[in-house]
């Protein structure tokens, strides 16, 4: 135990601040702190998206707006969250993008078949990987593309003068097809990161995983760590 500012953090906090895939104290840190501010902004700036742009969108959740302020309110922030949203995806991009090229055998995660196994825990649980398994590479392609798609099709419908018809009405539909896809992709991230898979949030929370959650999770990148 080390005191800073009249607390007390420990040796595995401490190293998390700006090292990562290193063994502290018998637990591994996963996420150093810059990753997990970059993923915060992200998520906070897409909540912000969500409740700003969905009583926009219908009213069944009208009553969304009432968190900021109302329907008028809403209209103004939505636009400007959402080009936070996407500067900080992109930050989250660059800052992840080395531990997530796909390896030879991960190819075809895309497929829906494939996908479904993993979803379904039907994936083989032993197979080596690194720090990501397919399933979290495909998902952050996924978003990043994604939050791409709403930026443009945002950015013609926030200024629809510069555009024809039909560009503009394909800019509503790309952006709702976006918007579900985007939305169902996050509650099965949540839900994968927090009840489903016990250990996960505390990665980005504290930064560290235990020894088991590596082993059990990502073999492969445990074996990198522990030199095992
Ligand atoms: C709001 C609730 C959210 C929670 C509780 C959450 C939780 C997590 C956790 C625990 C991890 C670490 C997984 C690991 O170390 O293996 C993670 C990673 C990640 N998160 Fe989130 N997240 C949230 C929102 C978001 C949003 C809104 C996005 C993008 C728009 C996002 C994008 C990512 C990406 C790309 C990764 C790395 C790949 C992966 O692990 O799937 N997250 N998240």
């Known amino acids: ?27 591994i840190v996963r996420h150093r702190r810059a990753s997990r501010w970059i993923h915060w902004s992200v998520a906070t700036t897409f909540i912000l998206a969500l409740i700003t742009g969905m009583p ?21 922030i939505h636009p400007y969250v959402s080009v936070a949203f996407f500067i900080v995806s992109v930050m989250q991009f660059f800052h992840w993008a080395s531990d997530m090229k796909f390896t030879p055998d991960e190819r075809g995660w895309w497929r829906p078949s494939k996908l479904w196994a993993y979803m379904r825990y039907e994936d083989d649980p ?26 443009v099709s945002g950015l013609i419908m926030w200024f629809p003068l510069g555009f024809s018809p039909i560009v503009r009405e394909l800019s509503i539909l790309v952006h ?3 918007f579900i896809l985007f939305l169902i992709a996050i509650i099965f991230h949540v839900y994968l ?11 980005m929370m504290r930064g560290t995983v235990t020894r088991s959650w590596a082993r059990l999770h990502h073999p492969g990148w445990f074996r990198q760590v522990t030199k095992s």
Do not use: C
């Not at 069944?60 to 209209?75: C, H, K, P, Q, S």
């Not at 720090?131 to 798609?149: E, P």
């Open 126 to 151: 032993a197979v080596e990987g690194g720090k990501y398994n397919g399933g979290q590479k495909f998902f952050f392609y996924s978003v990043t593309l994604g939050a791409l798609a709403f930026l």
């Open 1 to 27: 135990m080390t005191a800073i500012h009249g607390e007390h953090a420990d040796s595995a906090i401490l190293a998390a601040r700006n090292r990562e895939n290193v063994m502290v104290g018998g637990e």
């Open 56 to 76: 926009i969108w219908t009213p069944i959740f009208r009553w969304m707006a009432n968190l900021v302020g109302g329907l008028e309110v809403a209209r103004v």
């Open 176 to 178: 709702d097809l976006v």
């Open 193 to 203: 990161g927090t009840i489903a898979e016990p250990g996960t949030l505390r990665s």
